[in-house]
């Protein structure tokens, strides 16, 4: 009896020896499929890797600055079922300065008769469930030169879908902005002399539970073609502004998140 224990701790202690199973080419395995997702933390985390706009952290929101465009290059916030849900505060009458840039923004009076709306990038609907929200929601810092028929139109069909999407998916992180050259051409089009009026806008659209993402890129100008012909990937619209939105992320995790373009999940038919 003693013998055969003594066989039986040979043979264990010779197969707890053996190496680990590689991959072809004596690679390492490849890591489990739930280690390449990204998760909902990390995101949050992270910011846009832009084109020198300076940094401004708000309660409810941040944004990088461009003071040479006179536009942020993006805005970044969070959107849930519940702040959807939960009006507070009613609509500011007015914009104001962006305490954290001193002057630095587009002012008001700036827009007048240039025939131009000041366009929210984060919609004061988005911000209705806190007063502190819906004030920083009027800071001249969020808003873009945008063609009237554009901002009451088109753009503001997206920004009804997405809090309609925030209602039934529950949580999603949003990147928004307008299309900014790296460098400004010398003929930009403008306001007030140095306000640059964008070529078109974007959103970035993560929704953190399903792990599900679309990306629009909209042209600053009246258009009644339906949104889906504006939809694009993560990836796609990097590519075509020259942002990165997620810098953070692992090749994997970039790959699972910005090459969706799955229209199913978000626009019915």
């Known amino acids: 009896m003693n013998r055969l224990l003594a066989f039986g701790f040979l043979l264990l202690s010779l197969w707890s020896c053996q190496p680990s199973p590689q991959a072809p080419g004596g690679a390492s395995p490849a890591p489990a499929a739930e280690e390449q997702l990204w998760t909902a933390e990390q995101l949050l985390a992270d910011l846009p890797a832009g084109q020198g706009g300076q940094l401004v952290r708000h309660q409810f929101y941040q944004l990088s600055y461009r003071l040479d465009a006179k536009n942020a290059e993006w805005a970044m916030y969070r959107i849930d079922s519940q702040s959807v849900a939960d009006e507070r505060a009613p609509r500011r009458s007015g914009f104001i300065q962006d305490p954290e840039l001193k002057g630095q923004t587009a002012s008001d009076a700036d827009y007048r008769g240039s025939g131009f709306d000041r366009g929210h ?27 009237p ?96 939105f997620f810098p953070k992320l692992s090749v994997q ?12 999940d978000w626009l019915k038919e």
Do not use: C, H
């Open 121 to 147: 990038l984060i919609p004061a609907e988005d911000m209705d469930f806190d007063p502190k929200a819906m004030d920083e929601s009027f800071y001249l810092s969020n808003v873009s030169p945008q063609d």
């Open 149 to 244: 028929s554009f901002n009451r139109g088109i753009w503001k069909k997206l920004e009804g879908d997405l809090r309609d999407w925030a209602l039934e998916k529950g949580d999603l992180l949003v990147i928004t902005g307008p299309v900014l050259p790296a460098q400004l051409p010398v003929d930009a089009p403008k306001i007030a002399g140095d306000i640059l009026v964008p070529s078109a806008f974007y959103k970035v659209i993560v929704d953190l539970k399903a792990r599900k993402s679309i990306a629009f890129l909209l042209a600053n100008e009246k258009s009644d073609a339906d949104l889906s012909s504006f939809a694009l990937s993560i990836r796609e619209l990097e590519n075509k502004t020259g942002l990165n």
């Open 253 to 264: 995790q970039a790959d699972a998140l910005e090459q969706q373009k799955e229209l199913g």
